[in-house]
């Protein structure tokens, strides 16, 4: 059967809805009855059939459909009534079948009063008094839900709109559509209605604000907008308690907002809005597995985390809600979990991060593989050895582009604003104006989808006067701001929100804006340019500021273009971080190990250095990697490397590292001696032309300070030539 057409009518929760009880979620044991508890009406009977359907237990079967028979005999509805006993089908026993006078009775009391409802709003309307009629219709609104007539009722309740005359009567039509619809399953509907109901101007009261939300958030979830659920179901207040019992309780808030929150905020947006969020906290505290599993993850104890999650896996297929998600929650918070695991380190051993996960090696594989496919992980799995290298891109030069990029975004939209505030200072568009306020050509809306790109650029229509409007808006924000009003900012800000929310839906829903939605946040935002004129925020002074804004935005573009120049020759020039650690490595083995300094010492007494039969080279540099290669290039390619004999002449700084190197390792037999310049006093400009001209400040000047008068080729060329005199 289908599961949205059940009961409303049970009692409804004391005034005030009395503190939650207790959550019945536990990894051990599911008890129906107290989770039938926390409901009320026609989600109660709903959520009991759907456990009844889906559940393995037969005892907790037979409870949920003994439970939901007790419950429709409660309400109106005697199709409900019979769509529960052919579930049971006896398993119950005789006591469990049809009440045929219960029914007989509730459908003879149906008549007579649908008779009496149908006459009285004839009456109202005859009178032509909108209030009576709004109460009409609210009536037979009330009768059609009560009695399973979901699409009745949801009309009902859609006409009373034309007779509401406060807000306090509109945010009560959102309200009740907002629960057929629910129960109907049209999550469009509810997400169009709880906007409506937070674009009253009055202030609402927190409970109906608590279930605005609430009734939000679950409309995100229906849609698989797991993000914008999560942060609905977190803003959700402590008001809602049990006022909401008929749609949600709070403890669905608080499973389905950190379970979304958990599969789409990253690590920083966990913490702020989930953990450290107070009033979010409590709600966490109805469900207590759920608050460690949300405290276990941002602790990175993923294993414990997954363990919790697994336990609850079960019951939390048993809501009516959540069920047809939770595989996609489940995997999305598995792989995050992986994720920031893998994050901060260079290489990672899948033997450890396997029992982390509490997981095999070999799955665990899979899932990374898969991940690394998505382009989700920058990794590269090396399979023999059973580890993970990360990839880490090139931080540096990605900042650079973000940040041109984002200039280039806000010089386009600066020029925009001003070519808009230029057409608007000289009128430009008055024609179109006064041809909007005859009135008879103003656009109908059509019930068909229209080009929402035509309705912006069309002068008659709503969307345009709000595009237009929001953009005046953004030039004022900016200007009040730099002014220090910052009340001032905030409201445009808020209407600017509106506005982008109504003109989002219907490009979404493609249909034309009408004038009933458009003239609320037209009238609002009129009001407020109005008094940002009057604050002297004139078109003048606008243009003036933003000029103002796009140079200096191209002074720092400029900026930013030369400073990426300048930390590309700084990258050029320096010495990367591994080949740095690789010097740091040898000196520190050379100060620790007295035995390489004592066979530095017998190398220096061996003959060979003096040997003139064989072939002598000398080589003059601070680079450890680089000298091993021409080395080892040299003894590779030569007949008899054992007649070879290298002199190595380095820096101080790097003399214990190079000695390190070239005793350590072996190069086919050839002789190596590693000597520090400071050892040869009599090197120096005198004896040396090389010497000489290096110290020359010109040359001094190109190599320090990355360039000078004499190019670098002209450089290179004369030092090679002085090194063949």
Partial sequence: MDIDDELPTAPAPAAGGGEPSQALLSGDQFDVEVYAAQYTGRTRVARLLFIAGNCDSEQMRLDALRLAYEGSLKGEDTALHRDVVATIAGRLGPRYAVDQAWSDAVERRSLVRKDKLDSELSGYKANMVKESIRMGYNDIGDFHYAHGHLSEALKSYIRTRDYCTTSKHVVQMCLNVILVSVELGQFMHVSNYVSKAEQTPDDLDPVILAKLRAAAGLAYLETNKYKLAARKFIETGLELRNNYSEVISPQDVAVYGALCALASFDRSELKSKVIDNYNFRNFLELVPEVRELVNDFYASRYGSCLGYLEKLKSNLLLDIHLHEHLEVLYKDIRHKAIIQYTFPFISVDLNTM???????????????????????????????????YANHADQRNGTFQRALQTGNEFERDVKFMLLRANLLKHEYN??????????PETEEVSPEKVNFTEELLSSTSFARQLADQMTLAKAYVILAKEHGNLQLAWELSSQIRNCQRLLSEGAVSGRAITQEEAH???????????????????ISTTIVTLKSHALALEERAKAAVVQTAEFGQIAAE???????????????????NPELRS?????RNSTRLVDNNLYHFSIFSD???????VVNSTVSNANHPQQLVFHVVTDRINFGA??????VNDFKGCTVEVRC????????????????RLSEMETKGYYNSGGSKTPEREINSTIQSLLLC
């Avoid at 609320?520 to 004139?538: N, V």
């Avoid at 080949?579 to 100060?591: A, F, I, M, S």
């Fill in 354 to 388: 396997a029992v982390a996960f509490k997981t095999t090696v070999s799955l665990l594989e899979k899932e990374l593989a898969a991940l690394i496919t998505d382009n989700k992980i920058q990794a590269r799995i090396d399979s023999h050895n059973k580890i993970l």
């Fill in 430 to 439: 008055q024609k179109a104006t006064e041809k909007r306020n005859k009135g």
């Fill in 520 to 538: 609320p946040i037209i009238t609002r935002l009129a009001r407020l340019i109005y008094k940002s004129q009057d604050s002297h925020y004139d």
């Fill in 574 to 592: 320096s010495l990367p971080k591994n080949l740095h650690c690789l010097t740091v490595k040898l000196t520190e083995e050379w100060l620790q």
């Fill in 599 to 603: 066979r530095s010492e017998e190398h």
């Fill in 623 to 629: 680079d450890v990697l680089a000298t091993s290669v």
């Fill in 658 to 663: 190079m000695s390190t190197w070239f005793l």
């Fill in 677 to 692: 310049i400071d050892e040869f006093s009599w090197l120096n400009a005198t004896s040396s032309p090389l010497v000489r």
